[in-house]
């Protein structure tokens, strides 16, 4: 159980343009989903924490208008990069927690490659 | 601001080695504690979880403990073998409170390679 699945696991996509990454909970129902960014070699970035039906709440740093999160239901969670450029180019990781458990169960992840 | 460190950075060992990977933190009012695994170009496998009032747990060949006042925790990894070559990252969650998750703040990690 608690599985969460990642859609795309890989994307490229041109400068300029705009991408989503799709964050599901499978076999649960997830009132707190958060992304991460991990760089080469480097460990995972907080990015934000999602909350069903409410607005994200961000890390200090990351720009709430270039990495729009919406988590509209208790299974979803989107990640959209607007007006990519060459340095989004990541691993992206999303995770999901029960409602009141410890753990976070976390995704595949999605690499995105921006030409 | 939560700190976490990994040390050592990478380690590489002949197969059947016994091996410890460090991970400590900066601020000891944690929720838990957490051990993953990475796979290159994989996402994370959880290995081990230990509750703030925990010292230890175990799952087969691994046994990670908890030294809150301290900041510390190590993953023991017994007779190793080339399929644990990975990346091992330690995490620690803050207390949020009531009923709200606390973030996860990130070790670096260790890449481990096991020879045969």
């Known amino acids: 159980g608690a599985v969460v699945s990642q859609h795309p696991s890989r994307v490229i996509c041109k400068s300029g343009t705009s991408v989503k990454i799709e964050c599901r909970s499978l076999d649960f129902q997830a009132t707190t989903m958060f992304w991460y960014r991990q760089f080469p070699k480097k460990s995972l970035m907080l990015m934000a924490t999602s909350n069903e039906g409410s607005k994200a709440t961000y890390e200090q740093g990351v720009e709430k208008d270039k990495f729009l999160i919406n988590h509209a239901s208790l299974t979803l969670s989107t990640l959209t990069v607007t007006s990519a450029h060459p340095e989004d180019s990541s691993f992206y990781i999303c995770?999901?927690?029960?409602?009141?458990?410890?753990?976070?169960?976390f995704g595949p992840g999605t690499r995105l490659t921006v030409t | 601001k939560q700190e976490v460190t990994q040390i050592p950075a990478a380690l590489s060992v002949p197969e059947g080695e016994n091996l410890v990977l460090n991970c400590s933190f900066t601020?000891?009012?944690?929720?838990?504690l957490q051990w993953f695994r990475q796979d290159p170009g994989k996402g994370l496998t959880s290995l081990l979880l230990i509750q703030s009032s925990q010292r230890e747990q175990t799952s087969g060949r691994l046994n990670a403990s908890l030294d809150k006042s301290s900041g510390r925790s190590t993953l023991y990894i017994a007779a190793s073998q080339p399929g644990d070559s990975a990346t091992y990252l330690c995490a620690v969650r803050q207390y949020a409170g009531g009923t709200s998750y606390g973030k996860l703040t990130f070790g670096q990690g260790t890449i481990l390679t096991v020879h045969p």
């Open positions: 601020d000891s009012a944690i929720y838990n």
């Open positions: 995770s999901a927690g029960l409602a009141g458990g410890p753990e976070q169960y």
